[in-house]
């Protein structure tokens, strides 16, 4: 049987890709993992049923042969480390994947998602003006320090990990804001990473489900 994950029925941004389950996705396809989606609905996210498999009552989960998994970032190690084609072989190179795994979540996408709340969540609050120039200059930074890692290289360790794909789909969600655009070599690294196959197909994947349920009726 092929894994099962979670994806939302009703993505909040349309299909442009940005829900976490874009991440497990592109996993799954980068290793030609086949599986299969089970589509919830926001209600449906809060009762026992899903909270069995994610206590926070989030998406994506995994489940495959009896195995539950929550969190992007525990997914895809999982993956990563029972398949071949996301981590490289040599240990401290894997070493090094993993760390850009966590810097991904860790370091770079807590102010991404701290400038999300503030429009989105407390836009209508009267410290919000004043508190977006701070948040940006925080993403800046952020981005500035792995813009001068990057360089000129294609990826974050020399090939193609792990690391990079979670690090590019964090970026990807600061895109909207335009501030990816002030950092060139990292716009060139997003769009080298989303010229994949395994992303296209992704991203053709959710962007199916968005489609079906936005078309109107």
Known sequence: MSPTITAFAKSPDGGKGLARDMRVRWA??????????????????????????????????????????????????????????????NADARARAISWMFASVSTVEPPIL?????????????????????????????????????????WLDDAFSAGDLMMVHVLLRVAPSGLLNEFPTLLAYTTRAQSRPAYQRAFAAQLAVATAQYSPT
């Open 28 to 89: 799954l396809e980068e290793i030609g993992q086949p599986y299969d989606v089970r589509l919830v609905t926001f209600p449906e996210l809060k009762q026992p049923e899903h909270r069995a498999r994610h206590p926070f009552g989030q998406i994506p989960t995994f489940e495959d042969n009896g195995l539950t998994l929550f969190e992007s970032g525990s997914i895809i190690l999982h993956l990563a480390e029972t398949h071949k084609g996301l981590l490289p072989q």
């Open 114 to 154: 701290e400038l999300q709340t503030a429009r989105f969540a407390e836009g209508d609050k009267p410290w919000t003006p004043e508190r977006l120039p701070l948040i940006f200059d925080r993403i800046r930074q952020r981005l500035g320090e792995l813009a001068t890692h990057l360089g000129d290289a294609d």
